[in-house]
């Protein structure tokens, strides 16, 4: 099933502070999340938070337990 998150949850699941993700997404380091904003809000799925943790050297794998991980 995919999930969608917001910017501080991604932010706290891969360990990074979320203005570093924002940085990076505004300035065109890692490509905007696929599903529209809500709210003018990010919408994350499975996919973005793979993109980012690759991005920022995450192993999401070491990351165990948490549901967004599961099936990589």
Request: charged content about 30%; glycine content about 8%.
């Amino acid at each position: 099933m995919n999930e969608n998150y917001l910017l501080n949850d991604v932010a706290k699941r891969l360990g990074v502070r979320h203005y570093r993700i924002a940085y990076a997404l505004t300035v065109g380091l890692v490509p905007e999340p696929e599903t529209p904003r809500i709210a003018n809000k990010r919408i994350f799925c499975d996919k973005d938070i793979r993109r980012l943790a690759a991005h920022f050297g995450v192993d999401l794998r070491a990351k165990g337990g948490n549901r967004m991980v599961d099936g990589l």
